[in-house]
């Protein structure tokens, strides 16, 4: 018989999305009539912007004549797309990214789990809590965990705790790690990271050869204009991180698929005694198991930085914070302790009576038919805490308000 990957059986029941499904259809099968709003998974609900239509209409109609088809491209992406990206997202704000050291992907989720294939096992790893669940799943998929405690927490994995008590500011350790995750704006808590606070995670990284895997997966949702978008921003941060940015939230690409990883060819690792570029070996990883992202897409990312693309991103953006700013003041009224929300398109709640993040789950999808994400799926310190996403229709999203705001 075929042996498994015996790692997988150390994941605790299942992946939270999941489990939350799982309630939700026995909830729906006693309730077939209940009028669910789901504010619980971060995906998008309003359509794409034109100026991508458009982009990738053009591009199906090239891809349908002689001259214009196009079979393999580049696993790395093409270079009009990444240029673009350099020039818009990193040159305009002082960050020296050059387009060679910009990888298009299919997603930062699947970025942030396959970076481990060129990272050796013997790396000492910290994780923020609450932190988004699949950095923990995809370390302890790969075998650099042991079993997880009754919190939930796994051996060989360090966890720094961010919450109302400390300001949602993760503390810089007092001992050595060699990979570190930070997440700003953060998922699920909605803080951002001032620029000072990234200066002294760069500090840290560098003085103890740490490497840091920063997701910026939100970074268009911040308002704050003296906090950072990009690690990078600060000096010294192409020696110690790899950034993972995605097209899903800005610009509506959940179901459509683009994103990118820029890895600096500064930045180096060791192969026992001797250095290595990880450029190199993530260039080699992406050309052996990845074929790139599909030509049309690709079009339809690369409007994003047009003229109207930007107009229309713009908006798509500000649709979804005024979203979370109507969660936060509608919550905030009915007496409930709401942070977040402010540079980031999630709301991070206080469970009231010190319920359960469970137990109020399944109390607000009782009672209001709400759904949203138990804090306690993002980790031990998430316990007492409840995630509300702002991606939905405005109805849908004044109508739930309307709903919690009549419990008493």
Known sequence: MVQVNADYLKLKAGY???????????????????????????????????????AMKAAIEEMGTDEGFRGYGPEQGYEWLRESISIHDYL??????SAEEIFISDG??????????????????????????????????????????????????SYIPINSG??????IPKEKFDLI?????????????????????????????SLILFDAAYEAFIKDDSIPHSIFEIEGSKDCAIEF???????????????????????KGKAGSEEVDLWSLWNRRQSTKFNGVSYVVQRGAEAVYTKEGQKQIKKLV????????????????????VFGAINAPYAW????????????????????????????????????????????????????????????
């Open 16 to 54: 939270l999305f999941p489990e939350i499904s799982r309630r939700i259809k026995e909830f729906v099968s006693k309730n077939p009539n209940a009028d669910l709003i789901r504010l619980g998974i971060g995906d998008v609900t309003e359509p794409l912007p034109l100026a991508c239509r458009e």
């Open 92 to 97: 305009s704000r002082g960050c020296e990214i």
């Open 108 to 157: 930062s989720k699947c970025d942030s789990s396959n970076i481990l294939d060129i990272l050796g096992k013997e790396n000492r790893i910290a994780v923020t809590d609450p932190v988004y669940p699949v950095y923990v799943d995809t370390n302890v998929m790969t075998g650099r965990t042991g079993e997880a405690n009754s919190a939930g927490e796994y051996k060989g994995l």
């Open 166 to 171: 400390n300001g949602f500011e993760a503390a």
């Open 181 to 209: 995750y930070l997440c700003f704006p953060n998922n699920p808590t909605g803080a951002v990271a001032t620029r000072e606070q990234l200066v002294s995670w760069v500090k840290y990284a560098k003085e103890n050869n």
């Open 245 to 267: 940015r995605s097209f899903s939230k800005n610009a509506g690409f959940t179901g459509t698929r683009c994103a990118f990883t820029v890895i600096p060819k500064s930045l």
């Open 318 to 337: 500000s649709f979804y914070m005024d979203n979370a700013q109507i969660i936060k003041s509608d919550l905030t009224t009915a007496g409930f302790e």
């Open 349 to 408: 709640i206080k469970t009231p009576n010190k319920m359960s993040s469970w137990d109020f789950f399944d109390f607000l999808l009782e009672k209001t038919n709400v759904v949203g994400t138990p804090g306690s799926g993002f980790g031990a310190a998430g316990e007492g805490y409840f995630r509300l996403s702002a991606f939905n229709s405005r109805e849908n999203v004044e109508k739930a308000m309307q709903r919690i705001l009549k419990l008493n």
